[in-house]
């Protein structure tokens, strides 16, 4: 039977890449479902998401009424994921569609029940990081790589492929970027076996639309550690 992959897609005031992004999950050979949430968008986003799912039959949108964060979006986008693997992908073009046959592989090799798309490990391009958030990301993944007893090169990363039967059990709590961590934290208890891909990046800059700063980081260490000692 062929695989079918459920791609969760938050979404934040992104007018400006949304179309492209959708059209290039559509290109991508796989039977799809794509799971889109819009978190309370103040700009073009609402309309745009829903003419997009009139005109494609793979499209599901839901909305927040309040601006919740990215992890708010993605335990919304988990309730409703049908598929075989469970893909996370950002609304922006930092991130390339591209690589899906990549990060798809030790799945279907039977060889992992979760990947991660990592941007520091040689992918085909990565944009030149900025230094401090390239730090605060090297930061980030040894803290959790230290509770975790993971070895991940990017923890951070947004592209988190797994099983359902993983999507399933993660139970996501946290509403913003700590989100990311939670989720490291959760599977590294589950015992899933992790694998990771080098992928592709072209990262924006903060006038580009970057939203993620310094008090992230901070939250992120917090949800670390709490999440390693979360019952
Ligand atoms: N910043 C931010 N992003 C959100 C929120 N809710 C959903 N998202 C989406 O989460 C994804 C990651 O956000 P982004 O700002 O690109 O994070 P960064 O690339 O790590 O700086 C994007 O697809 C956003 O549209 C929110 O409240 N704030
Ligand atoms: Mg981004």
Avoid at 182 to 191: D, Q
Wanted: glycine letters at 6%; one cysteine or more; hydrophobic letters at 45%.
């Amino acid at each position: 039977m062929p695989m079918k992959l459920s791609v969760v897609m938050p979404v934040y005031n992104e007018e400006k890449t949304l179309e492209e992004i959708v059209a290039a999950v559509l290109a991508t050979p796989y039977e799809i479902q794509l799971v889109l949430v819009n978190d309370a968008s103040r700009d073009g986003t609402r309309k745009i998401l829903d003419r997009l799912a009139l005109e494609h039959d793979e499209l599901e949108v839901y909305h927040h009424d309040i601006n919740m964060g990215k992890g708010a979006a993605l335990a919304t986008g988990f309730k409703y994921v049908r598929g075989d693997v469970v893909l996370i992908q950002d609304a922006d073009l930092e991130y390339d569609p591209g690589d899906y046959p990549l990060l798809l592989r030790p799945i279907l090799e039977g060889k992992a029940d979760v990947v991660y798309g990592s941007r520091f490990l040689g992918g085909a391009y990565v944009r030149v990081h900025l230094f401090w958030h390239y730090l605060g990301n090297r930061l980030l993944t040894l803290v959790s790589n230290m509770f975790t007893n993971l070895n991940l090169t990017d923890m951070e990363t947004c592209y988190k492929v797994m099983k359902i039967e993983v999507a399933q059990k993660l139970d996501i709590q946290s509403r913003t970027f700590a989100v990311e961590p939670e989720m490291t934290a959760k599977i590294a208890k589950m015992r899933c076996r992790v694998f990771e891909v080098p992928i592709s990046y072209a990262g924006r800059d903060y006038d580009e639309g970057k939203k993620i700063g310094l008090k992230d980081a901070f939250i992120a260490i917090w949800a670390i550690v709490r999440w390693h000692f979360a019952g």
